[in-house]
């Protein structure tokens, strides 16, 4: 017989003492009453209406995970009649012998299964064969304990009542002087029951891939949580994407209705583009532009100024420094109108206005009021006509003003 499957039925017995989770068969001492103080073994425990998980836990002074494991529960949902198997811890206070070789190991916080086989020159497969009850190799309760060989590792059991070495060895396939020697035992009657003996060189083998089984389902089950949040955060991402894109969508869509807006539509000017450092300035502070210098207008097949509309009544000031040279009434259109010489045989010229300020004649500085936006003279609506002309001809105001 292989003494792996030797192991099995150690473990499936329960001879350790410890959560198993193995066969339902041959528990030992199952049927302990509730109020006696089992110190090992098995509890069959029948639930009783209004019982917790966690009261129960209390009640047996063992770890509701610990019940929920040796039961095979799947969550801590109790129903009455259920029954519980729960498995009994030692105390701290464990009074059996510990084998020589063998020293007791109390779980501290951080501590892992890894991190306490390497502190004490284990492989976790030796750690695993000295407490074969071990329920995870992720987890450690803080405060339990943990059996850690010194010398030859081994697979540490506890007797059962009526056990003898010779049987516990021959069951493993070691001889008795092998498993005295290693337990300095100088008669085989030095061991009681509930002692625990360690059996050189066996391993708990089947223990340590059922603790990997179990950590590897564990890791899939993470890895599919991890696998299902990744999808979650690839949808959100692309619902993301996709509004970001619709916005993007929008917006140049709006922008290009703005500059086409902007292209059919005269240009707003404001103030503050209104004066140059030097040179021309534009004749009003605001305005809209609403014929070009060359376009086709309603008087003139070609536009020899620029039309800037505003309300009746707006200011209209020089463009330039110079002498008014006309102020008055056109016979060509431009109603009551103001052309100011600049030199050098430049002028402006102020067409349409409602009132007139200025006389022929008068110096005028940049800015100063020569009179007010009206709608004289061959014009549709309130507006100002604006003209640059050198030696006579108009030019393209827009190339002279800032
Ligand atoms: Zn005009």
Redesign the pocket.
């Known amino acids: 017989m292989a003494i792996t499957e030797l192991l099995s039925s150690v473990l499936a017995t329960g001879a350790l003492g410890l959560p198993m989770g193995l066969a339902q068969a041959n528990l030992p001492g199952t049927q302990i009453a509730v109020d006696s103080p089992a110190r090992k073994g098995w509890v069959m425990y029948t639930v009783q209406p209004g019982d917790t998980l966690s009261q129960i836990a209390r009640r047996y002074r063992v770890d509701a995970r610990a019940i929920m494991y040796s039961s095979s529960l799947e969550g801590v949902a109790l129903r009455p009649g259920q029954v519980l198997r729960i498995p009994l811890v030692e105390e701290a206070n464990d009074e059996s012998r510990l084998p020589p070789g063998v020293r007791a190991y109390i779980v501290r916080r951080g501590d892992t299964v890894q991190s306490v086989a390497s502190r004490f020159d284990l492989t976790v497969l030796g750690l695993v064969s000295a407490n074969p009850g071990l329920p995870s190799l992720d987890r450690l309760e803080v405060g339990s304990t943990l059996y850690i060989p010194t010398g030859e590792p081994g697979l540490l059991v506890r007797i059962k009542q009526g056990e003898t070495i010779k049987d516990v060895a021959s069951r493993f396939g070691l001889s008795v002087i092998q498993v005295a020697r290693a337990n300095e035992l100088n008669s085989p009657t030095d061991v009681q029951a509930g002692d625990l003996v360690l059996l050189p060189g066996v391993q708990a083998r089947n223990t340590y891939d059922r603790l990997l089984q179990i950590r590897e389902a564990e890791r899939k089950a993470r890895e599919a949580e991890e696998r299902r949040l990744a999808q979650e955060r690839r949808v959100r991402e692309e619902a993301r994407q996709r509004q970001l894109a619709e916005q993007r969508r929008l917006e140049q869509q709006a922008r290009s209705r703005q500059q086409q807006q902007a292209q059919s539509q005269p240009r707003l000017r404001r103030a503050n583009a209104v004066v140059a450092a030097a040179g021309y300035r534009w004749p009003m502070s605001r305005f809209t532009i609403t014929?070009y210098f060359g376009q086709r207008?309603v008087f003139?097949r070609f536009?020899t100024?620029i039309?800037l509309a505003a309300p009746t009544g707006t200011p209209i000031y020089a463009a330039r420094a110079g002498q008014v040279g006309t102020a008055g009434w056109s016979r060509f259109g431009y109603g009551l109108h103001v052309i100011v010489g600049h030199g050098g045989a430049k002028e402006t010229l102020y067409?349409h206005m409602s009132r007139i300020l200025v006389r022929p004649g008068q110096w005028v500085e940049r800015g100063d009021l020569l009179g007010h936006v009206g709608s004289t003279g061959w014009s549709t609506g309130p507006h100002l006509?604006f003209e640059v002309r050198v030696g006579g001809t108009p030019r393209n105001p827009l190339a002279f003003l800032p």
């Open positions: 014929t207008g003139q536009h100024g039309d067409a006509h």
